[in-house]
Each structure stands twice: as structure tokens, then as C-alpha cells.
């Protein structure tokens, strides 16, 4: 069976410090994989969405960036922190194609900006 | 453009009563699906319902439904029987012919005991 993990957990960082949040899917080869955030009590927001190795569409200009180094792995990175990147942040993949196939979200990273 | 409306903020239902959470769609897609995710207190994304656009049926998985009426673009959950587990967050998505998903702003329900 197909599973994912996301971490770490929770993060707290100070501004102005890298950052490098990680996932990783089990059991399924080329998933599209994605990065959303959500603020508090608020929707998700699509940040990278990736539907191959080495291939990264942004949907929001901003601090952050995504790469995906191998087939199963995705990471969010930023070189300096704003107080404005604290949110939760989740993964999740899809199979690359077919309208019946949802997504599947990693437990996610709540990360707090200082 | 490809959109999902979700018009309710919060809703409250008393336990063991149903409750209806509103979703409407927009897309020029011939086929799409649409989904229904909770998400409780500890943020985790729980897969909830799916329905696809040339189903004949509503969907329907244990306590939950989905009201599909493809004429008016509306997809609106029903949980039967609520329960206390059941207050959340409740977001409804759609994936058309392409690798993205749409999702609603998000329904906050509270089942009052």
C-alpha cells in the first residue's frame, strides 16, 4: 500500500534561519507530489506542485522554493525565514493521471516563525 | 477558470442529527472528479467521498453522502447521524483533465451534544 511522510512534525525557527521540510511516498512510482500551507483556521493554498523529477511549477510567487531530487521525494526549502511563512504546511501526492484518483496528504509541519 | 465555493464559514448540528455541507464547482472540463476531505483539530487531511462527474448514483460511504446534482455544479456532503468525532473542517476539491486540485475555502462544523 501507498503511504507518505511528512516531517518534522512541528518546527519552530527563528527569522532570517533556513529552513528544509521533507516528504517522502512509499509504494506507488511517479505520484505528482505537492506542497500546500495553510494559516491558521484558513484554506490550503497551493505552493509547488512537481510531476516529475526535477520538474517544479510555483503557483505562488514568494520565499520559498521546492525541488524534487528523486522520484519519491519532495522538499520545501527556504534560505531565510519572514515571520510571514509560520503556517501548516502539507504534502501530499496523486496518481498522475485519472479524475477518480484524490489526493493523499502526509500529517503535515506546523511551523512557527519567531 | 476552475473553481470550488463553499459559502458556509461554520455550521453547527445537534449529535444524531444530519447536516448538509454546500459545495458548488465551476469548470469547462467534460470530466472531473469532486472530493471530500475533514480535517480535525490535529490537521491531518482525512479522505472522505468521491464522486465522478459521469456517475449515475450519489456517491455514498457509510454516514457520509454526496448530494450530486450535476445541473445546478453543486456537491454538497451529507452526514447522517452526526457525531462529537465528527466536528472539523470539511473541504470539498474537484480534479479536472489536469494534474491540479481545486479546493473550497472550507466548512468548520461543530456537533453540539
Known amino acids: 500500500s501507498q503511504t507518505i511522510h511528512q516531517w518534522p512534525a512541528t518546527l519552530v525557527q527563528p527569522v532570517g534561519s533556513p529552513l528544509s521540510l521533507e516528504c517522502t511516498v512509499e509504494?506507488?512510482?511517479?505520484?505528482?507530489l505537492y506542497w500546500y500551507r495553510q494559516a491558521a483556521g484558513r484554506g490550503l493554498q497551493l505552493l509547488f506542485y512537481s510531476v516529475g523529477i526535477g520538474q517544479i511549477s510555483s503557483e505562488v510567487p514568494q520565499n520559498l522554493s521546492a525541488s524534487r531530487p528523486q522520484d519519491r521525494q519532495f522538499i520545501l526549502s527556504s534560505k531565510k525565514l519572514l515571520l510571514s511563512d509560520s503556517g501548516f504546511y502539507l504534502c501530499?501526492?496523486?496518481?498522475?493521471?485519472?479524475?477518480?484518483?484524490?489526493?493523499?496528504f502526509g500529517s503535515g509541519t506546523r511551523l512557527t516563525v519567531v | 477558470a476552475q473553481k470550488i465555493t463553499q459559502t458556509q464559514p461554520g455550521m453547527f448540528v445537534q449529535e444524531k442529527e444530519a447536516v448538509t455541507l454546500d459545495c458548488t464547482y465551476d469548470t469547462s472540463d467534460p470530466s472531473y472528479g469532486l472530493f471530500w476531505y475533514k480535517q480535525p483539530s490535529s490537521g491531518e487531511m482525512i479522505f472522505l467521498i468521491y464522486?465522478?462527474?459521469?456517475?449515475?448514483q450519489n456517491a455514498t460511504e457509510g454516514r457520509y453522502s454526496l448530494n450530486f446534482q450535476k445541473a445546478r455544479k453543486s456537491a454538497n456532503l451529507v452526514i447522517s447521524a452526526s457525531q462529537l468525532g465528527d466536528s472539523a473542517m470539511y473541504f470539498c476539491a474537484m480534479r479536472g483533465a489536469g494534474n491540479q486540485f481545486y479546493f473550497g475555502t472550507g466548512t468548520s462544523l461543530t456537533v453540539i451534544p
Open positions: 501530499a501526492w496523486s496518481a498522475s493521471f485519472g479524475i477518480s484518483r484524490g489526493y493523499t
Open positions: 509504494g506507488t512510482s511517479n505520484p505528482n
Open positions: 464522486q465522478g462527474s459521469y456517475d449515475q
